[in-house]
């Protein structure tokens, strides 16, 4: 079966640096993306892996290991506007491609 | 971005009526995909399609509908709409389905109230 799963919420503090988990067990794997999405709106495009190691773009990063099924997002340097939701989705291989989506999680960040 | 737009943007109606919600998309991208998202879920998908007239369903398509008879527009058909159906639907597009780092782009979302 397809499964995915991330912490429910997480707190951090603004200027700290946060690590959000996401697991997954897919018929197939064809990359691994992730979506930021402020409440009310869509969700935008953080980064995506599809080879193992390490992504870093700016203040994000993003990790995969494909024989563990698990990747994590950085964020260093908190700010207040990343409160947000963290999507992890999972290309699948079949299905044209399509993306399985995570329950997110939502980040509180505190002053 | 993507220019992707939906509407209506929201929408509150009746039990058993027919809702059709549209996106319209001005980037040429071959794939569009229908998602709702509900708390304690997340993004499901619904329908996509990889072409004109080319659609599939996803994993909660039951009670839903589409078409795409031209590149830019994909229509979802709630047939008889229930409860059930309340909830907040965007619509995503790519240009790739299965090609390296082609992410999907998303409208907006619809909030559709099913009383």
């Known amino acids: 079966g397809q499964n995915i799963d991330q912490p429910t919420e997480m707190t951090a503090t603004e200027g700290a640096i946060v690590q959000i988990n996401c697991t997954y067990q897919t018929s197939g794997f064809n990359g691994l993306f992730w979506y930021q999405q402020h409440a009310g709106e869509a969700p935008t495009f953080l980064s995506y892996n599809v080879l193992d190691g390490l992504e870093e773009k700016g203040r994000f990063s993003s990790f995969l290991s494909r024989s563990k099924g698990y990747s994590y997002l950085l964020l260093k340097e908190l700010q207040m506007k990343d409160s947000a939701s963290y999507l992890c989705?999972?290309?699948?291989?079949?299905?044209?491609?399509?993306?399985?989506f995570g329950k997110g999680t939502k980040l509180s960040v505190k002053p | 971005d993507a220019g992707i737009t939906q509407s209506p943007r929201h929408k509150v109606t009746e039990t058993g009526t027919p809702v059709t919600l549209r996106c319209h998309q001005t980037e040429n991208h071959r794939y569009m995909y229908w998602y709702r998202q509900d708390p304690g879920h997340g993004l499901r998908l619904i329908h996509y399609?990889?072409?004109?007239?080319?659609?599939d369903k996803g994993e909660v398509s039951d009670g839903y509908s589409v078409s795409r008879s031209k590149t830019e527009d994909f229509l979802l058909t709630l047939e008889s709409a229930t409860s059930s159906q309340t909830s907040v639907y965007f619509c995503?597009?790519?240009?790739?389905?299965?090609?390296?780092?082609?992410?999907?782009?998303f409208g907006p979302g619809t909030r559709l109230t099913v009383l």
């Open positions: 995503a597009t790519t240009s790739s389905g299965t090609g390296a780092y082609n992410e999907q782009f």
């Open positions: 989705a999972v290309r699948d291989r079949g299905s044209q491609g399509n993306l399985i």
């Open positions: 399609s990889y072409g004109v007239k080319d659609t």
